[in-house]
């Protein structure tokens, strides 16, 4: 069956650390894989694309990886602040099918 | 601010009701799709519109219906309401199927 798999509920982290999420998928084969955030009550918030050709992309302090032979992606923050504190959604939609999201990591930057 | 409206934002109702959920994309999005978020849940997938058609399904219940107006804004209607189906509810737009998709603030169903 297919699954979407983000690799743990939560994850706690100093300031000013690099924080790595991961997300891995099974029975996709996804043409492009996307990362949000979601705040507490709030709707997701598009952060980063990546498409199935694309081995990274970076936007600020924001670095993703995509590696469709491990079937995984790897989402960093590096100099991680407070603010950065929130669940992070992987998203992937195979080829004309559903648009569908990973369970997400809570993550908390501690001052 | 996404471009999204989602109307109303909180709605409270009684089991056995139907509602109507009511979205309106960015300008120019073709593409809308429902989610359904329950308490400490993921966003479950329930459907996708591009252009007024229905383009892919998710584990919609059948009580559930929605539908994309010539205007590009749509609706989720929920029927025979139970105490589950209280939740979260979001839409979503984007310009093509292959694109970011831009979230509305969610409707806050309650059934009582």
């Known amino acids: 069956s297919q699954k979407i798999e983000q690799n743990s509920e939560a994850l706690n982290i100093q300031e000013g650390k690099t924080a790595t999420l991961t997300c891995n998928y099974t029975n996709y084969s996804p043409a492009y894989l996307q990362w949000y955030r979601q705040d507490p009550g709030r709707g997701p918030v598009f952060l980063l694309l990546i498409r199935e050709n694309e081995k990274e992309k970076r936007k600020e302090r924001l670095k993703v990886t995509f590696d469709t032979t491990l079937k995984q992606s790897l989402f960093h923050i590096t100099a991680s602040q407070p603010a950065d504190s929130a669940t992070y959604l992987c998203?992937?939609?195979?080829?004309?099918?559903?648009?569908?999201f990973g369970p997400g990591t809570r993550l908390s930057v501690l001052p | 601010d996404s471009g999204v409206t989602q109307t109303p934002k909180h709605l409270i109702t009684a089991t056995g009701q139907r509602v109507t959920l009511r979205c309106s994309p960015r300008?120019?999005?073709?593409?809308v799709y429902w989610y359904q978020q329950s308490l400490d849940q993921g966003l479950q997938f329930l459907i996708q519109y591009y252009n007024g058609e229905e383009r892919a399904k998710g584990n919609i219940l059948e009580r559930f219906s929605a539908q994309q107006f010539p205007d590009l804004h749509s609706e989720l209607n929920l029927s025979s309401l139970e105490l589950g189906d209280s939740a979260l509810y979001f839409c979503?737009?984007?310009?093509?199927?292959?694109?970011?998709?831009?979230f509305g603030q969610g409707t806050r169903l309650t059934v009582v």
């Open positions: 998203a992937l939609r195979n080829y004309g099918q559903n648009f569908v």
């Open positions: 979503a737009s984007s310009a093509q199927e292959n694109t970011e998709a831009f």
């Open positions: 300008s120019g999005d073709l593409s």
